[in-house]
């Protein structure tokens, strides 16, 4: 299993406003949105104390930093997270984890290495009805969350991405309050409805249904 990502002698965390870089070097948004802790769904104790509800979340980002970042922030929630670089990697995890994983954040980048975000997440619902798992969300969704967590997202995508197996989408750089909400629905029936994605707010991304 993937441990916590480290860097290189001299090298320090990066902070949530660091800038990644793509693979033709042109510099990509921040990952998270620098104004993300003033948004409305969630009160400021809410963001900072850890989440009623841990979760085994698995990441997956080829950009080292994007993956840095979010794992930092989903511990502090009191989340389990596992990381993976690409696709593939993604699946594996998945499928070595299925019976405790409860949520996925998965890049759908097309130059993701190996696999890209759309080829895994078709292998993870392959995999979850040959090997249906009664975990506590899939007991409440139906299916295990996958959440697309991405630049590339562009108005209108939002049928791709569902008809592929996504349940929603969060487009970078992303609003963390947003995503709490949006974690803690996997659950909650309720908090799950207040963040259904709305294409006038579409930088706020959410659950594509109730």
């Known amino acids: 299993m993937p441990g916590p990502l480290t860097f290189g002698e001299g090298s320090s965390v990066p902070s949530d406003r660091t800038f990644g870089t793509s693979k033709d070097s042109r510099p990509s948004p921040p990952f998270i949105r620098p ?5 409305a769904d969630t009160s400021p104790k809410d963001f900072q104390t850890p989440s009623p509800h841990h979760y085994t979340v698995i990441v ?4 080292i930093i994007n993956v840095q970042i ?10 389990r997270v596992l990381v993976s670089r690409d696709g593939q990697e ?4 998945f499928a070595s984890n299925r019976s405790t994983v ?7 980048n097309t130059q993701m290495p190996v696999v890209d975000g759309f080829a895994s997440i078709r292998m993870i619902r392959d995999d979850e009805y040959s090997y249906p798992t009664p975990s506590r969300v899939v ?7 996958v959440f697309a967590v991405s630049g590339m997202l562009r108005r209108g995508q939002e049928k791709q991405c569902k008809e592929a197996g996504f349940d929603g989408w969060m487009p970078k750089p992303v609003d963390m309050k947003r995503l709490v909400r949006c974690l803690a629905g996997g659950l ?4 799950r409805r207040t963040c259904v994605y709305d294409e006038r707010r579409f930088e706020l991304g959410g659950w594509f249904d109730a």
């Open 35 to 39: 104004d993300s802790s003033t948004g």
């Open 139 to 145: 007991q409440c969704c139906g299916r295990t969350p």
């Open 90 to 93: 993604c699946f594996n995890l």
């Open 70 to 79: 979010l794992e930092r922030r989903l511990m502090k929630l009191g989340h």
């Open 102 to 108: 409860d949520f996925l954040l998965m890049d759908i």
């Open 188 to 191: 909650d029936p309720d908090a």
């Open 60 to 63: 997956a980002d080829d950009n």
